[in-house]
């Protein structure tokens, strides 16, 4: 259990199941999305908004930023290495984000008790403009994002 981890051992098992989800997120590198950094419960990644990425306005398409918010929210509820999925979801956008911004989405984890959590993601541009508040409710399902890790280290010997 992530419970009795110590925090080094606790941070370790966040990056190694971010490292395990971004190797299969074809979704996030098409986006050209990148992890500026991940922790139990807590992930922050970064997003340019490029010229295919702008609607109608000139401005950032909604999907685009809510995208980046959800998988900020992903990373974050997956970082004890429990299969972890959005059971719901909102976002308000608060202020548009042009064409060469640098979006910046924060993961918080706000509560997680039991196969549930709730997690609020903040999206900001390079400037600190907020740009979009997003909460995420989780629900764990069967199974860890690396498989066989927990029992691993469930078997192995104390120190």
Not at 138 to 144: A, D, K, L, V
Request: with cysteine; net charge neutral.
């Amino acid at each position: 259990m992530t419970e009795a981890l110590t925090p080094e051992a606790a941070q370790a098992l966040a990056q190694a199941a971010a490292d395990a989800m971004w190797s299969r997120d074809n979704a996030a590198k098409a986006l050209g999305m990148a992890i500026v950094s991940v922790a139990p419960g807590t992930a922050h990644l970064t997003m340019a908004v490029r010229a295919d990425m702008v609607n109608g306005h000139h401005i950032c398409h909604g999907g685009m930023i809510f995208s980046l918010a959800d998988t900020a929210f992903a990373y974050a509820c997956n970082s004890y290495n429990k299969n972890t999925v959005a059971s719901a979801c909102h976002i308000d956008f608060l202020a548009p984000a042009k064409e060469g911004d640098t979006l910046h989405a924060e993961a918080i984890e706000q509560s997680q008790a039991g196969r549930t959590g709730v997690y609020d993601i903040t999206v900001r541009t390079q400037a600190g403009k907020v740009v979009a508040l997003f909460r995420g409710k989780s629900y764990r399902i069967q199974g860890e994002v690396i498989a066989g890790l927990q029992h691993a280290a469930q078997q192995a010997p104390q120190k």
